[in-house]
């Protein structure tokens, strides 16, 4: 029944259903199929731009359950990352990030969404995506060590210490483990700053036996007295 409310009218009764099927979970996999067709649906945007009817968020709704559902990633997983991809002349925010938090869900499943992931840092800015860059990050880290080939595009955000994507993306090195090596510099240098020493020395802890060139830094910083990074 639920699956059917999805077709209904009433933009409301489609939010409510497609929320509820969320909530079921994995008991909601039969209801992919319709959820698939609502995220496919490029219409909606024709429709809002028409009316002001914000018909738009229904892709939105339909990412965010199937996130919940969190089956069939072999279906699935393209569907959202498709929904996800960037196009600097059409921008549907709402839906590019539910459908990066919904790939998020899906973990190392979702490894195929790296590109698209990158494409979404690489191609917009911190001043006016800081939200979706967010999003985008947080998924390279669920998705872990598949990510290694955003691992240059971290490194930028690691760097800038008002990014607020930054402990994220050091979080996701850290899953790279050893692969991640070059990134040491990049993590020294971000020891010294108050803010980001924890994030920095954590993901150095996760590339391992190759970070040693970090010890003299984190000595001082096991020294010093007081500080959470101890």
Known sequence: ALAVALNDEDYEVCAHAAHALGALGPDAREAIPTLLEVLANNQDLLVDLLTGKPTLNLRGYAAGALGRIRSDAETVVPALVKAAEWHADVQIWNVHSTALSALASFGPDARDAVPACI??????????????????????MEIGADSLPALPTLLQIIQDPHDASRHPACIAVSK?????????????????????????????????????????????????????ER
Do not use: C
């Open 119 to 140: 494409k979404i840092l690489t191609e917009t800015t911190r001043k006016s995506h800081n939200g979706l860059r967010y999003d985008a990050v947080v998924a390279l």
């Open 176 to 228: 790279m483990g050893a692969k991640a090596k070059g990134a040491v510099p990049v993590l020294i240098d971000a020891l010294d700053r108050d803010a980001d020493r924890f994030w920095a020395a954590f993901a150095l802890g996760g590339i391992g036996p190759d970070a040693q060139a970090a010890v003299p830094g984190l000595t001082g910083i096991v020294q010093a007295p007081g500080g959470r």
